[in-house]
């Protein structure tokens, strides 16, 4: 069991995002619909879920990282991924300046790491083995399912809530609840779905951490890329925006963004943890 409880709090969390989409689905058709909209939200995870991969790799502009090219990145994947006594995931380089990391796929047998140029430029190798056992253990704690899942259901309540604004839906019975609904809807579900992406994330530096046996190494790469990342931001397209949560750290500028709008914890809160970690405090 995770020290945080954060695999609670997702479930928790699961089951709020999709109350608010049957909410919303209410709202619009009325009781006798309202399993329209769970169907349709169903649908739209199960498409997302099954692409992610590409859908990612795409967005980054990614490409196979040859092992000739890329020996120590190979030789750190292939021993974690042997301690942990798992499939090896395929490996993809991004050729951008900006240092990140992401994991994606379906399943720890169609999985995908992807480093960015800037990552393997700025971090030793020490820094990059803690990178690489945070994004394994997002493949191995099926975190993709998650992040899918919470993603392609918040997406389906805004669009959702954008219609019943453009199209009215049931709001004969209570007008002003209808609309209240559709207004608050979308931000209630993207703070749901960037609170369930940040308990994700503390439990990747944990659990990565437990398994390179070393969390002082993350969090000095985690230093390095909140500098890093300041310094080069990513532009917010849409195809980012939607594969933002997935990387290790936060690839567009956060200072004027709230922390429940963050799709990432706090960089000082998740060092914090990891040095506590090191100090035997959380640390099996």
Known sequence: MHNHFN??????????????????????GGARYIWLFALFGVATTAYTYWNSDKLAIRAMRAVPADPQHYPQMYRIVQELSQRA??????????????PNAFATGRNPEHAAVCCTEGILQILDERE????????????YNRDILTGSVAGAIAGVVSSVAS????????????????????LLAPVAAMVIQMAISRTREYDADEDGARLTGDPLALASALRKLETGVQRAPLEPTPQLQNASHMMIANPFSTRDLSKIFSTHPPMGERIARLEGMAGGHHLR
Request: charged share 10%; glycine share 14%; no cysteine.
């Open 7 to 28: 695999g609670l709090k997702t479930a928790a969390l699961f089951g709020a995002i999709f109350s608010l989409l049957l909410l919303v689905g209410y709202a619009i």
């Open 85 to 98: 006594g798992q499939p090896m995931p395929r490996l993809f380089v991004s050729p951008t300046a900006a």
């Open 163 to 182: 219609i019943a604004l453009w199209f009215g839906g049931s709001r004969d019975r209570n007008p002003l609840a209808g609309i209240a609904v559709a």
């Open 128 to 139: 990059l083995r803690g990178v690489l056992g945070h994004e394994l253990m997002h493949v």
